[in-house]
C-alpha cells in the first residue's frame, strides 16, 4: 500500500518534479571549483554520468522517463583532467560523455576544462566535445589548450556568449568568430591575440574580464579601457604570487591617465599577498582612470576574511570628483575592505545617487588591534542611515542594504533604520531589501526582540525583504 506522501509526490506536476531533482542533484554533487588540488577519478566519472540524476531515474517509470528526456539536465559539461588520464579513465570518460552529449538532445551547452598541472584535457575528450560545438553557450577553460587542434571550432560558434580563458600564455584563433559573444574573461597575454582584436573592433563586449599575473600586465588591462565598448563591465582580476612580486608593490605603476566609459568596476583578487601592496595598486589605478559613465564599483578578496583589501580612500575620492561618480554610481560592494568609519561617512555623503550598499566589519580579534579598525558597523554609522525629523539621511535612495557584521551595535537601531526607510515607501515601487550576515566563523546574531520585529514589518509590507544569518556569498 502506497502511502499519503507517495501519492502525493506522484501527482506533482512534471515541471515540478523537474525543479526538484535539479535542486536534489546539486545538492549532492561537489562544486566543480571548489575540489582539492587532488580530485577523485571516481568523483569525475560520477559527475560526467551525472550519478545523482540516474539515481533518481531507478526509482520508477515515471521519474526514469523525467530523468532521461529532459535535456537540460544533461546540458552541464564538467571535466577535469583527471579522467583522461589512464586508459580505462579516458575509456569510461569517453563513453559517459557521449551518453550525456546525446541525453542532452539539441539543448545549448554550458562547458566547463580544468586540469590541475594546466596541461591540457586529452585529444579525444576534446574533440567530442568539438564536434557539439555549434551548441556552446557558455565555456570556462582553466588548463592549456597547447597541442590541441582548436582550427576545428572556427566558424562553429554560433550560439557561444559566455567564455572564460583561464589559460597559459599561447595563441588562440578561434574565439574572435563568435557573432554572439558578449561576456569574455580572458588572461592578460590574450589581450595581444588577432581573435581579441577582433571582437574589440566590433563592439559586441558587454562583460569583459582580465587575470594579470605580473605588473606590467596592469598596464595592458587598464590601457585598454578605453577601446571597450561604451558600457561594458570590467572585471579586473589580480592573481599574484607573494613570494615573487611582493617585494616589487612599492614601486609605481606608471599607469596612462585614461577616460573610460565603463559602467562597471570590479577587483578581486586571487592570491595571498600583502593588504598594504594591493593597496597601493588600487591607489595608482583609481588616480589613473576618470570614469563618467560608472555605475557600479565592486571590491572584493577570495581569501577574506583571512585577508581584507585596504581602502584606497584619497585616490578614491578624486576619483569621484574627477569623474562625478555623486551623480552616476548606483552601487558599492566594499564589504570585504577595511575602511573607516569617518571615511565611509565621507564617501556615502558625497555619493547622492547609491542605491545598492554592501559593507562589513574587518576580520581579526577585538583588543589585539585597534576597534576602530576592526568595528565598522555602530551605533552612528546606524543612526546616520535612519531618516529622522530635522536631520540629513545619508544615502537617501538607497533601496539594498547588505552588511558583514559583528553585531557590536545596539540592535535596536537596526528596527529604528529599517522603520525609517519604509515610512517613506507607501508612493514608490522600490523595494527596501535588507541583509544581516554575521562576520565569517562567528556566532553572533541578532537579539529576538529586533529579528522578530524585523519579521513582523516583512509580514506587514510587501516592499520590503529581510534576510539574517544567511551565508555571504563573494563576489565571483
Same mark, same amino acid.
Given at each position: 500500500?502506497?502511502?499519503?506522501?507517495?501519492n502525493?509526490? #506522484?501527482s506533482?506536476p512534471?515541471?515540478?518534479?523537474?525543479?526538484?531533482?535539479?535542486?536534489?542533484?546539486?545538492?549532492?554533487?561537489?562544486?566543480?571549483w571548489?575540489?582539492?588540488?587532488?580530485?577523485?577519478?571516481?568523483t569525475?566519472l @560520477?559527475? =560526467?554520468?551525472?550519478?545523482?540524476?540516474? &539515481?533518481?531515474?531507478r526509482v520508477c517509470?515515471r521519474?526514469h522517463? &523525467?530523468?532521461?528526456?529532459?535535456?537540460?539536465?544533461?546540458?552541464?559539461?564538467?571535466?577535469?583532467?583527471?579522467?583522461?588520464?589512464?586508459p580505462?579513465?579516458l575509456?569510461?570518460t569517453?563513453r559517459?560523455?557521449?551518453?550525456?552529449?546525446?541525453?542532452?538532445?539539441?539543448a545549448? %551547452?554550458?562547458?566547463?576544462?580544468?586540469?590541475?598541472?594546466?596541461?591540457?584535457?586529452?585529444t579525444?575528450?576534446?574533440?567530442? %566535445?568539438?564536434? #557539439?560545438? #555549434?551548441?556552446?553557450?557558455?565555456?570556462c577553460?582553466v588548463?592549456s !589548450? @597547447?597541442?590541441?587542434?582548436t582550427?576545428?571550432?572556427r566558424?562553429?560558434? %554560433?550560439?557561444l556568449k559566455?567564455?572564460e !580563458?583561464?589559460?597559459?600564455?599561447e595563441t588562440?584563433?578561434?574565439f $574572435?568568430?563568435?557573432?554572439?559573444?558578449?561576456? !569574455?574573461?580572458?588572461?592578460?597575454? %590574450?589581450?595581444?591575440?588577432?581573435?581579441?582584436?577582433?571582437i574589440?573592433?566590433?563592439?559586441?563586449?558587454?562583460?569583459?574580464?582580465?587575470?594579470?599575473?605580473f605588473? /606590467?600586465?596592469?598596464?595592458?588591462?587598464?590601457?585598454?579601457?578605453p577601446?571597450?565598448p561604451?558600457?561594458?563591465?570590467?572585471?579586473?582580476?589580480?592573481?599574484?604570487? /607573494?613570494?615573487?612580486?611582493?617585494?616589487h608593490?612599492?614601486?609605481?605603476?606608471?599607469l596612462?591617465?585614461?577616460?573610460?566609459?565603463?559602467?562597471?568596476?570590479?577587483?578581486?583578487?586571487?592570491?595571498?599577498?600583502h593588504? *598594504?601592496?594591493?593597496?597601493?595598486?588600487?591607489?595608482?589605478i583609481?588616480?589613473?582612470l576618470?570614469?563618467?559613465?560608472?555605475?557600479?564599483?565592486?571590491? $572584493?578578496?577570495?581569501?577574506?576574511?583571512?585577508?581584507?583589501?585596504?581602502?584606497?580612500?584619497t585616490?578614491?575620492?578624486?576619483l569621484?570628483?574627477?569623474?562625478?561618480?555623486?551623480?552616476c554610481?548606483?552601487?558599492l560592494?566594499?564589504a570585504?575592505v577595511r575602511?573607516?568609519?569617518?571615511?565611509?561617512?565621507?564617501?556615502?555623503s558625497?555619493?547622492?545617487?547609491?542605491?545598492?550598499?554592501?559593507?562589513?566589519d574587518?576580520p581579526g580579534?577585538?583588543?589585539?588591534?585597534?576597534d576602530?579598525?576592526?568595528?565598522? &558597523?555602530?551605533?552612528?554609522?546606524?543612526?546616520?542611515?535612519?531618516?529622522?525629523?530635522?536631520?540629513?539621511? !545619508?544615502?537617501? /535612495?538607497?533601496?539594498?542594504?547588505?552588511?558583514?557584521?559583528?553585531?557590536?551595535?545596539?540592535?535596536?537601531?537596526?528596527?529604528d533604520?529599517?522603520?525609517?526607510?519604509?515610512?517613506?515607501?507607501?508612493?514608490?515601487?522600490?523595494?527596501? *531589501? =535588507?541583509? &544581516? #550576515?554575521?562576520l565569517?566563523?562567528?556566532?553572533?546574531?541578532?537579539d529576538?526582540?529586533? *529579528?522578530t520585529?524585523?519579521?513582523e514589518?516583512v509580514?506587514?509590507?510587501?516592499?520590503?525583504?529581510?534576510?539574517?544569518g544567511?551565508?555571504?556569498?563573494?563576489?565571483?
Open positions: 500500500m502506497t502511502s499519503p506522501l507517495t502525493d509526490i #506522484h506533482l512534471t515541471e515540478t518534479l523537474s525543479d526538484i531533482f535539479r535542486f536534489a542533484v546539486a545538492a549532492v554533487t561537489p562544486k566543480f571548489q575540489l582539492t588540488s587532488a580530485p577523485l577519478l571516481q569525475e @560520477e559527475r =560526467v554520468a551525472n550519478a545523482p540524476l540516474l &539515481i533518481l531515474s517509470s521519474w522517463d &523525467i530523468a532521461i528526456n529532459n535535456p537540460t539536465f544533461w546540458s552541464d559539461v564538467e571535466i577535469n583532467g583527471v579522467s583522461g588520464r589512464t580505462s579513465a575509456e569510461k569517453i559517459l560523455l557521449s551518453a550525456r552529449l546525446e541525453r542532452s538532445h539539441d545549448p %551547452l554550458s562547458v566547463s576544462l580544468t586540469c590541475e598541472d594546466s596541461q591540457p584535457p586529452h579525444r575528450i576534446f574533440h567530442l %566535445l568539438a564536434q #557539439h560545438s #555549434h551548441r556552446w553557450e557558455n565555456v577553460v588548463c !589548450l @597547447e597541442g590541441l587542434d582550427s576545428v571550432l566558424g562553429r560558434l %554560433l550560439l559566455k567564455l !580563458l583561464n589559460i597559459p600564455s588562440v584563433d578561434f $574572435g568568430i563568435a557573432p554572439r559573444l558578449d561576456n !569574455l574573461c580572458i588572461t592578460a597575454p %590574450l589581450l595581444h591575440s588577432e581573435s581579441f582584436g577582433l574589440l573592433r566590433r563592439k559586441q563586449l558587454r562583460s569583459f574580464g582580465c587575470v594579470v599575473m605588473r /606590467r600586465e596592469f598596464q595592458d588591462a587598464i590601457s585598454l579601457l577601446k571597450l561604451a558600457a561594458t563591465d570590467f572585471y579586473l582580476t589580480i592573481d599574484l604570487d /607573494r613570494r615573487i612580486f611582493q617585494p608593490w612599492t614601486m609605481p605603476l606608471r596612462p591617465s585614461i577616460t573610460a566609459p565603463i559602467s562597471t568596476f570590479a577587483c578581486r583578487t586571487v592570491a595571498k599577498f593588504p *598594504h601592496h594591493l593597496s597601493l595598486a588600487l591607489d595608482q583609481f588616480a589613473s576618470t570614469l563618467p559613465k560608472l555605475r557600479q564599483v565592486l571590491l $572584493g578578496c577570495s581569501v577574506y576574511p583571512q585577508l581584507v583589501l585596504e581602502w584606497p580612500h585616490q578614491f575620492l578624486a569621484c570628483e574627477r569623474s562625478d561618480l555623486g551623480c554610481l548606483k552601487t560592494r566594499i570585504e575602511i573607516a568609519e569617518r571615511d565611509l561617512l565621507e564617501i556615502l558625497v555619493l547622492k545617487a547609491l542605491e545598492h550598499l554592501e559593507v562589513g574587518a580579534n577585538v583588543g589585539e588591534s585597534n576602530c579598525e576592526l568595528v565598522l &558597523i555602530t551605533d552612528s554609522f546606524l543612526r546616520a542611515m535612519t531618516w529622522a525629523p530635522a536631520q540629513d539621511c !545619508l544615502v537617501q /535612495r538607497l533601496s539594498y542594504f547588505a552588511c558583514v557584521s559583528r553585531l557590536v551595535f545596539t540592535h535596536s537601531l537596526v528596527v533604520f529599517v522603520t525609517s526607510r519604509l515610512a517613506r515607501l507607501p508612493d514608490s515601487p522600490i523595494r527596501f *531589501h =535588507v541583509c &544581516i #550576515h554575521p565569517p566563523e562567528s556566532d553572533a546574531c541578532l529576538s526582540a529586533a *529579528h520585529r524585523l519579521w514589518l509580514a506587514g509590507n510587501k516592499q520590503f525583504v529581510y534576510q539574517s544567511e551565508e555571504y556569498v563573494q563576489i565571483q
